[in-house]
């Protein structure tokens, strides 16, 4: 069973640093696209920053410039470096990937999520 981990959420200053981090673990055959999404209290949840197996990027126009999204293929892992916090950016940031498991069946998967806080 496969299955998303997500760490490194927490409480944090405006114009300080978190880094996130969301481990895939189970029978893996491969790990396409991932992605980290957010959501704030009584709103949607949002597309923040995607990766390919390739490692090709795209952001949220506002996070551009100050998140970083990355990944290590040999760890099963995507990070989401965040710098320059600010309130706004307080949410439950959920990973997400589309993984290929040992049933070689295509699913895509989600975290369960972890706090971010930054406090004005």
């Known amino acids: 069973q496969v299955q998303l981990v997500e760490s490194g959420g927490g409480l944090v200053q405006a114009g300080g640093s978190l880094r996130l981090s969301c481990a895939a673990s189970?029978?893996?055959?491969?790990?396409?696209?991932m992605a980290w999404y957010r959501q704030a209290p009584r709103k949607q949840r949002e597309l923040v920053a995607t990766?390919?197996?390739?490692?090709?990027?795209n952001y949220a126009d506002s996070v551009k410039g100050r998140f970083t999204i990355s990944r290590d293929n040999a760890k099963n892992t995507v990070y989401l470096q965040m710098n320059v916090l600010k309130p706004e950016d307080t949410a439950v940031y959920y990973c997400?990937?589309?993984?290929?498991?040992?049933?070689?069946?295509?699913?895509?998967?989600w975290g369960q999520g972890t706090q971010v806080t930054v406090s004005s």
């Open positions: 997400n990937a589309d993984i290929i498991s040992g049933i070689l069946r295509r699913d895509n998967y």
């Open positions: 189970g029978t893996i055959i491969r790990i396409g696209a």
């Open positions: 990766i390919t197996s390739g490692g090709s990027t």
